[in-house]
Nanobody
Framework: QVQLVESGGGLVQAGDSLRLSCAAS????????MGWFRQGPGKEREFVAG?????SYADSVKGRFTVSRDNAKNTVYLQMNSLKPEDTAVYYC????????????????WGQGTQVTVSS
């Protein structure tokens, strides 16, 4: 059974940092592209960052967020710096075989999400 479990969310102030983690089990982690997505209140789910073959970021987070992975720990991370109120959302990690994708339709597995709230 495949499981993706996110952690690290919370309530922070603007300008603060958070690091999200996503621990995967039940998949050959090193062969899967990993994506981070987020869904804010009243908004559609959007791509944030991906890793697998290369890394990519949404324009809104470039220079502030960094995605990384530790294949030995089956874990992908999202380091979020200089957080803004507009970063408030539920953050999800997702996995797909092969390279990562910016489209959430491409992903086979999803975590349950972790809430990030940034106050001004």
């Amino acid at each position: 059974q495949v499981q993706l479990v996110e952690s690290g969310g919370g309530l922070v102030q603007a300008g603060d940092s958070l690091r999200l983690s996503c621990a995967a089990s039940g998949i050959n982690f090193s062969t899967h592209g990993m994506g981070w997505f987020r869904q804010g209140p009243g908004k559609e789910r959007e791509f944030v960052a991906g890793i697998g073959g290369r890394t990519s970021y949404a324009d809104s987070v470039k220079g502030r967020f960094t995605v990384s992975r530790d294949n030995a720990k089956n874990t992908v991370y999202l380091q979020m710096n200089s957080l803004k109120p507009e970063d408030t959302a539920v953050y999800y990690c997702a996995a797909k075989y092969g390279l990562f994708s910016g489209s959430y339709y491409s992903y086979d597995y999803w975590g349950q999400g972790t809430q990030v709230t940034v106050s001004s």
